[in-house]
């Protein structure tokens, strides 16, 4: 049970594997007013940089599951780093089936909507570990412009223009489900533009290094041409944020 190798070369300096840059992330802990103490649980933690960096800057607790032992090890070594591996722990495992043993204070599942095969079954998913007037966080991708025609929508890897929502509908989507937005802190092209950027940079030295294995092929191919096809769809259609939720 793992990730496949090409994620992890591909975002291999990375430590939050979104759009989002470490400003962003303790603007969201700064604006959710995070109490010392609280329990979190964040499902699909990548390498864990959510959790220990709120564990040092406000002190919480709590637990990151992810299938990628690659990412699980880094997750590790930056709560040593960060001097809090006392405070959170990261489980390598399916995070689709994960439910606390506890009920947490703080829910999360940032940029990996399918562990629960969507939005809805994985707000449904992080439900079932939260206690009653806790915090749920979304992080979920969304139209800047609406796609007009389907290779647009591949290009923002989409199936479909169905795929996302704008926007407004989003918002509109996580009250259907029965909760208040009550803050949420967005993407924006720079920090689009260091996720997917940096993600080249990982490519190409990989590719240097490893010339020979069997992943070279797809490395050059996906180098050769992401970099235009990104600036001409991705950049310009697709936001994604972070949404903090609660439950009516």
Same mark, same amino acid.
């Given at each position: 049970m793992d990730l496949p190798r090409i994620f992890t070369i591909r975002e291999s300096s990375h430590r939050i594997h979104n759009p989002f840059t470490a400003d962003k992330l303790a603007t969201l802990g700064r604006a959710l007013h995070l109490e010392p103490g609280i329990r979190a649980l964040d499902l699909a933690s990548g390498s864990g940089e959510l959790l220990c960096t709120w564990a040092r800057d406000h002190g919480i607790t709590g637990t990151g599951v992810d299938i990628s032992t690659v990412f699980t090890a880094g997750a590790r070594a930056r709560a040593a780093e960060l001097g809090v591996a006392d405070r959170v722990e990261f489980v390598h495992g399916d995070a689709s089936g994960h439910v606390?043993?506890?009920?947490?204070?703080?829910?999360?599942?940032?940029? #990996?909507?399918?562990?629960?095969?969507?939005?809805?079954?994985?707000?449904?998913?992080?439900?079932?570990? @939260?206690? +009653?007037?806790?915090l749920m966080l979304i992080g979920e991708p969304f139209w800047r412009r609406e796609p007009t025609d389907q290779e647009t929508a591949e290009g923002c890897h989409a199936s479909s223009p169905a795929d996302f929502l704008a926007l407004p509908e989003l918002l509109g989507r996580f009250?259907?489900?029965?909760?208040?937005?009550?803050?949420?802190?967005?993407?924006?092209?720079?920090?689009?533009?260091?996720?997917? #950027?940096?993600?080249?940079l990982n490519l190409?030295?990989?590719?240097?290094?490893?010339?020979?294995?069997? @992943?070279? +092929?797809?490395?050059?191919?996906?180098l050769t041409t992401d970099p235009v096809r990104y600036a001409r769809y991705e950049r310009e259609y697709l936001g994604?944020?972070?949404?903090?939720l609660m439950k009516r």
């Open positions: 606390a043993d506890v009920p947490v204070d703080l829910a999360a599942c940032i940029g #990996a909507t399918w562990i629960g095969g969507g939005l809805d079954g994985t707000v449904e998913l992080l439900a079932r570990s @939260l206690r +009653p007037g806790g009250g259907d489900l029965g909760y208040d937005v009550v803050e949420m802190v967005l993407a924006d092209q720079n920090s689009w533009d260091r996720y997917r #950027a940096a993600q080249w190409r030295s990989w590719l240097d290094r490893n010339p020979d294995d069997e @992943l070279a +092929p797809q490395v050059r191919a996906e994604w944020g972070v949404f903090a």
